[in-house]
């Protein structure tokens, strides 16, 4: 049996939750890959709604078990709230959620230096959600980081602490930030590993077994590919690879294991934080986009930016994370405009078009994006379930995405629920 695999296209929050919430319900084995708690996704579980920042949400669906895999930088204390959260609200959460032994940790001097270094940036402010995932990226990459498997083992966990807290202390200090006693961040350490202990195991023998066992196996990714610490708009981006690459090595599943790769994309473009965004429209229309389709980070509470489709983006992501399905949400939230742009190249200053993604931050803020302008369409269409109860001028623009996206527009969101989707089927 091969894998899918999930992927945002832009710049995060493409309704990925909702599309994991439909696709997880016919896996065996979901894994989160990368990120961390910087992800939201909003859920309703019995009639109350809750953010779920770390827990897959394929936990909603009784058969599905669900992996938090080494990739992920995992807040333990977010964690454990999360998982009170949901029993409290009758879901079955022992013996199905799994944790990576490999996975970093984040602790609270990461959120702390997240916090206080976007403060201290006067110019160029990342943007961050202030959950530390920088922080702990960096330690992890500095190799200084502390491992969940570290606080199962207490094999010296005195010293691992001391030396993350050693690589941190300048930097620290010159921002003013407290640094924890290791006493203190020790015991809190060791609370945080009796509590996580009944979830941790060994991911990649998790992820293999289900392999060899022929179950389904389904990679949810976090965060877009627009974000990706090495192919966004760097340095606007996440610490993570939020492309297929990261839900790989996030995973431990190989390349040739993966046989659907599922984008996800709005029908317009949303980002939050700072970065370039040529399609952004800082006009009516946009603040129309906002209010209509309530784009407010579900971590943060952040009026998020928005602007139509940007098919250089979203095409970019496609080929490098090759997409076989597009996943087109928010197509309602659409509906009313007379014409709709549709951005097909940028120009830059000097009057040249082009239709790739730059590398450049500073090259990419000054395109200014070529559209094509399509007919809108009107209505309610929450109530489509088939192709045939889509308006015709919404079909055409579903063909002009595939057209310059390479890909197949295989699911169409019609509205917030798990029943507002229009499924086209296999090819
Ligand atoms: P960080 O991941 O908190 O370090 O934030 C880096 C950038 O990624 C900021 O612009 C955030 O707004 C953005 N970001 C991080 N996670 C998400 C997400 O799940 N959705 C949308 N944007 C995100």
Known sequence: M??????????????????????????DLVVRCQGGSNAGHTVEVGGEKSVLHLVPSGILAPEVR????????LDAEQLLKEIETLEARGVQVAGRLFVSDRAH????????????????????????????????YEDKVARCGIRVGDLMRGQDLE?????????????????????????????????????LAPYVVDGVEVVHAARRAG??????????????IDLGTYPF???????????????????????RVVGVSKAYTTRVGSGPFPTELED???????????????????????GWFDGP????????NGVTDIALTKVDVMSGFEKIGFAVAYEGPDGQRSESVPGSVEEYAAKRPVYEWLAGWEGDLGGARREADLPASLLDYIRAVEDYCHARVRWIGVGPGREHIVDRGEA
């Not at 609270?108 to 940036?121: G, I, M, N, W």
């Not at 179950?215 to 627009?226: C, D, K, P």
């Open 237 to 259: 981006v996440t610490s993570s690879n939020a492309n297929i690459g990261g839900l790989l090595s996030g995973s431990g599943l190989p390349a040739n294991a993966v046989g």
């Open 313 to 320: 983006a979203a095409r970019f992501a496609c080929a490098v």
């Open 2 to 27: 091969t894998a899918s695999a999930l992927i945002g296209l832009q710049w995060g929050d493409e309704g990925k939750g909702k599309m994991v919430d439909i696709l997880a319900a016919d896996a």
């Open 284 to 306: 009516a229309t946009g603040n129309r986009l906002r209010e209509r389709g309530n784009e407010f980070g579900s971590t943060t509470g952040r009026p998020r930016r928005c």
């Open 159 to 195: 010293g691992r602490i001391t030396r993350t807290l050693d690589a941190k202390r300048p930097r620290l200090e010159s921002l003013g930030c407290s640094v924890p006693a290791v006493a203190e961040m020790r015991s809190f350490a060791e609370e945080m590993g009796r509590r």
């Open 66 to 73: 669900c992996l938090i895999g080494h990739g992920v930088v």
């Open 215 to 228: 179950e389904r196996i389904f990679l949810e990714g976090a965060q877009g590919s627009l974000l990706d």
């Open 105 to 136: 940790l984040v602790f609270p001097v990461h959120r702390a230096l997240d916090q206080a270094q976007e403060s201290k940036r006067a110019k160029g402010k990342i943007g961050t959600t202030g959950k530390g995932i920088g922080p702990a």
